[in-house]
């Protein structure tokens, strides 16, 4: 069974540094393709929001609360994801959510989540 798998986060002081890594495990020996991957993540009371994508050619987007200071990438041989967090700040501290999208074998759209991963960011 396909899984997205989360590593990384933790607590890290304002202006300090992270890296996630999410990794599809579960794919091998299948005709699985996954296209997009992305982040999200949600803070306590709000609403889950898009961090970055990231399409399968390299072509990546940001949000703006997080551009010039978060850089997603991927490896399509590994089928990991990465996003590298720098100059934190307070407003990141929430769960980070793993996402990818692709296409079965089969021709089947299929949508995973990873199960989050804690980042706070706190003095």
């Known amino acids: 069974q396909v899984q997205l798998v989360e590593s990384g986060g933790g607590l890290v002081q304002p202006g300090g540094s992270l890296s996630l890594s999410c990794a599809v495990s579960?794919?091998?020996?299948?005709?699985?393709?996954?296209?997009?991957m992305a982040w999200y993540r949600q803070a306590p009371g709000k609403q889950r929001e898009l961090v970055a994508n990231?399409?399968?050619?390299?072509?990546?987007t940001y949000a703006a609360s997080v551009t010039g200071r978060f850089a997603i990438s991927r490896d399509n041989d590994k089928n990991t994801m990465y996003l590298q967090l720098n100059n934190l700040k307070a407003e990141d501290t929430a769960v980070y959510y793993c996402?990818?999208?692709?296409?079965?074998?089969?021709?089947?759209?299929?949508?995973?989540w990873g199960r989050g991963t804690q980042v706070t960011v706190s003095s």
């Open positions: 996402y990818a999208n692709g296409v079965t074998g089969r021709g089947a759209g299929v949508v995973y």
């Open positions: 579960g794919s091998s020996g299948s005709s699985l393709s996954i296209n997009t």
């Open positions: 990231i399409l399968r050619g390299g072509t990546a």
